[in-house]
């Protein structure tokens, strides 16, 4: 990705049409926030042979399936997770009806901020936070709630909107995807219906290209009108195993192309690089102090382990170093 | 539906795109096996209203949703549902090394030809059947055997493919909505599994617009290569209630037309019928004996009770009655 300065690789929002948009404007170059390189390479060479006619590797356009994680790889997961934040204020103006809250973990240690202690049961716990908290909403609510809090909540540590915290270089890629007849599916160990209130807007993916983690639902009767009640039970864990899972059950295709950024999406990459044919395969690695967040592997934040990144060389996946595979050259367009 | 002949109703199994072909060389008449008269009104206006430009019930694109039961509304599931079919002969193949199903019921009953005592489990006990029989096998494996079978196996009754008993009027309204934006979903109680290999052909509806029952999938690695294996365990039922959810886990969105033809489907129609805008909800009632098979409400074997009737009355849905809404008129073009 190009050097530009933190607020520009981060911080533009488009909506998908803009992005659509500017990239036919542009067509000597689609992904004009990503530097010339073997990256960029990848990506475009990819790109030219699954879809250009008579070539040995081109992919019917239904097959053209790419699949995407959310926090991390598509916008910004630092300081914490955004889905988590939500969950922290909801515990804190629920607390006072939840007295035993102040002695079961994990609510006790979100309500005394300390996040990591609370996080210590891992993806588990944060879900089953995100349920109890929202168990007896109906789905129309919830979303509603969610609609409302995207549209002002902050990035505590960047002071912007979280949805401003999107990575330019990727709305490119989704826009230049799918101006080639790929359907690109966010594939996300976030919870499915707190994602699709807003992916449409941010990032031109409609609600059912969008997997995740989820509750169970109970579908009753309220006031003579059906409606479908979140339960305080977690469902279904889009995370790790589960991405393959979560892939085969809503898309019931492997993808030809995977975008991910820690251990979380090892085995959905694996699963895509099972197939035969040409793949895409990419981790998005945070070592870029300077202008992001420095958290991948070696990191004590880190969620991009040691092992993934071995594997990744022996696989050839594409790892995008935040920090490296932005050469300086010529400043990008909008600067 | 037009009175043709019982073979011209039922067995024409045309791929989408022959569907979709016909349907613009006969620009003046979408639904050609539709009779004039009020269920056709009905359709034709309904889309006419939501695709116009200007029209106060105009929706846009993204929001064209349709989903469409599968047993009993798109094709036959007389005289027995055809994933039973395949049940039962793989019931029988693997029975040998299961010397336990010649007592557990409902093996016993199945083995010894009483498919109602099997299925007095209802749904559930359909599903652990099939469960219990593809256990253990990956899901290209399972894939393969449902592809292999669908390709040969016939109606007991009518002697004909289960793909050749699809119903030609539902292969227009399909191509007829998609030409105008709309997505089409199956929304069975099938498994979603079964299903997968064989819509798109047979529909013209991808993998990813299928919804229906599943068993849970475990990843795992086997010989070096990641597969996703299924467990004998169900992970979720896709009918009655279960419709809404299954429809809110996949599409995430309210449709704005349904198509069922039994109590399985009550929920679905409610569902898509309680959200604001114009509507087109319709139930298939399978009551025209001599040129299909009758058993709606009042039959013995029916699944579409006399309370689905009553409320189907109150809420004007439109009832499709097999015998009576197609009156004897000109022969359909291709007769």
Redesign the interface.
């Known amino acids: 990705m190009k050097t530009t300065s933190k607020q520009n690789l981060l911080a533009i929002a488009l909506v998908g049409a803009l992005v659509f948009t500017s990239v036919h404007a542009r067509a000597q170059d689609p992904l004009p926030a990503w530097n010339d390189g073997a990256t960029k390479k990848s990506i475009t060479e990819f790109v030219a042979k699954v879809t250009t006619p008579g070539s040995p590797d081109f992919v019917p356009v239904?097959e053209r399936i790419a699949t995407f994680d959310n926090d991390g790889t598509l916008w910004s997961e630092q300081p914490l997770y955004v889905q988590l934040f939500f969950a922290i204020d909801r515990v804190k103006a629920l607390a006072p009806s939840h007295p035993e809250w102040k002695t079961n973990e994990p609510f006790a240690a979100l309500l005394k901020g300390d996040v990591k202690a609370a996080l210590a049961g891992g993806e588990r716990g944060l879900l089953e936070i995100v349920m109890a908290t929202h168990a007896g909403m109906t789905?129309e609510e919830f979303n509603q709630t969610v609609k409302d809090g995207i549209a002002t909540a902050k990035n505590p540590k960047t002071g912007k909107l979280f949805t401003e915290m999107v990575y330019q270089p990727m709305l490119e890629l989704l826009a230049c995807l799918r101006a080639k007849g790929f359907?690109t599916f966010i594939v996300s160990g976030g919870g499915?219906?707190f994602m699709?209130p807003w992916t449409?807007q941010v990032y031109g993916i409609?609600?059912?290209q969008?997997v995740g983690s989820?509750g169970k639902?109970?579908?009753e009767m309220r006031d003579g009108?059906?409606v479908?009640v979140k339960l305080p039970e977690i469902d279904f864990i889009n995370d790790k195993?589960?991405k393959?899972?979560g892939i085969?059950?809503?898309?019931?295709?492997r993808p030809i192309a995977a975008f991910g950024n820690s251990d979380g999406d090892r085995?959905m990459l694996?699963?895509t690089g099972?197939g035969s044919g040409a793949r895409l395969l990419m981790l998005v690695h945070h070592d870029d102090a300077a202008r992001e967040f420095e958290y991948g592997a070696k990191s004590p934040i880190g969620t991009f382990s040691d092992a993934l990144m071995v594997e990744a060389r022996e696989k050839n996946w594409n790892v995008i170093s935040m920090k490296n595979v932005g050469q300086p050259s010529s400043p990008p367009n909008r600067e």
Chains 1, 2 share one sequence.
Do not use: C, F, N
Request: glycine share 6%; no cysteine.
């Open positions: 239904p789905t359907q499915i219906e699709r449409e409609p609600p059912e969008v989820s639902l109970k579908y009108r059906p479908l195993d589960g393959p899972v085969q059950m809503h898309i019931g295709r085995q694996e699963w099972a």
